[in-house]
C-alpha cells in the first residue's frame, strides 16, 4: 500500500521541481503542497525537508520573505534531524 503513495508522492515533487526550475512559483507551491500528505505518510524526514526547501524557494521567487523564512526553517530543521539520526 505504501508503493501507490511513493510514487504520487514523486510524481508531486518532480512536478513542483519542474515548475521550480521554470520560475512558475505557484504551480511549484501547488504540487509542493500536494505531495506532503504523501511525504508525512511515508514518515520520511528526508521528503519532508526536500518540500520545505522547494517551498522556501518558490515563496522566494514571489518575493514573500516571510514565508520563505518559515519554510527556510522548517528546512533547517529537518536537515538537522536528519544529521542527528545519521551520526
Same mark, same amino acid.
Do not use: W
Given at each position: =500500500?505504501?508503493? #501507490?503513495? @511513493?510514487?504520487? @508522492? *514523486?510524481? @508531486?515533487?518532480?512536478?513542483? %521541481?519542474?515548475? %521550480?526550475? =521554470?520560475?512558475?512559483?505557484?504551480?511549484? *507551491?501547488?504540487?509542493?503542497?500536494?505531495?506532503?500528505?504523501?511525504?508525512? =505518510?511515508? /514518515?520520511?524526514?528526508?521528503?519532508?525537508? &526536500?518540500?520545505?526547501? *522547494? %517551498? @522556501?524557494?518558490?515563496?522566494? #521567487?514571489? #518575493?514573500? &520573505? /516571510? /514565508?520563505?523564512?518559515?519554510?527556510?526553517?522548517?528546512?533547517? %530543521?529537518?536537515?538537522?534531524?536528519?544529521?542527528? &539520526?545519521?551520526?
Amino acid at each position: =500500500q505504501l508503493e #501507490g503513495v @511513493y510514487e504520487f @508522492y *514523486i510524481l @508531486y515533487e518532480e512536478l513542483a %521541481l519542474c515548475f %521550480l526550475d =521554470q520560475e512558475k512559483f505557484n504551480k511549484a *507551491i501547488d504540487y509542493a503542497n500536494m505531495a506532503f500528505p504523501y511525504a508525512n =505518510q511515508l /514518515k520520511s524526514y528526508e521528503k519532508i525537508a &526536500t518540500l520545505n526547501k *522547494i %517551498l @522556501y524557494k518558490s515563496h522566494k #521567487g514571489l #518575493g514573500d &520573505t /516571510k /514565508k520563505a523564512l518559515d519554510f527556510y526553517e522548517k528546512h533547517v %530543521l529537518m536537515e538537522d534531524s536528519l544529521d542527528r &539520526t545519521k551520526a
